[in-house]
């Protein structure tokens, strides 16, 4: 059979075949005794997210424009410990939004993950998961923290920059350089509940460096919360 045949083959029993190889990544590590490493809290590190693809000046299915601004794929994997064993990657079209089919595939993820280990696991993700659900779902799992970096879009940070400085911890690590650290503890509904989350921001004010006086900030932001 020709590889354009096999391939055919594969494509009419992808959907018989998808949860073969869900299992497979799993059992490989589980049979082969793969070393998972935690951190020093005795988390076991889960983190996942989306790589662009650079597929342009071919005709491939679903290829599209991604977020680097190429055409090609971005499929969304995920990586267990502090080796970074692979779980599962799972492909999409270029332009697909991050946040669509993120919870199923989360919830996949996290299924595999306690296969392999029972300790706590910390799921780490970018500002582009930083959606209610996602958030609610891994308060709601069972021995799961989380870390998502805030997405500042709809937040006045200039506010949030006076706010840093006034509320917060703030330290000098050199003249011309300050430092806020301020916690936000933010209330929001979802699905008729009401859920209580920490929003930590890292505010960095720099006013002089090697070439002379400056006035500059930058908001280093995350948002952290679920089980400790």
Known sequence: MSAEGLRQRFDEKADDYLPIVQKCSVSVLKNGQANITGLNTGHIPLDADVFPMNNSGTQKEKVSRTY???NGYAPIAAYLGMEGWCLEVESRPGSQHSQKGF???????????????????????????????????????????YIIKWNPRREDISKLHKRAFAEGKVTEPRNGKRVALLTIRTRQTYKGKNYCFTKVIQVTERTVNKHGPLYSYRILPSRAGGQT
Do not use: M, Q, W, Y
Not at 104 to 128: G, M, N
């Open 103 to 145: 919870v199923p595939f989360i919830e996949r993820v996290l299924c595999k993950a306690r296969v392999l280990t029972k300790k706590k696991v910390l799921v780490r993700l970018d500002s582009s998961r930083d959606a209610i659900e996602n958030r609610v779902l891994l308060r709601n799992a069972e021995k799961v923290s």
């Open 68 to 70: 680097k601004g190429h």
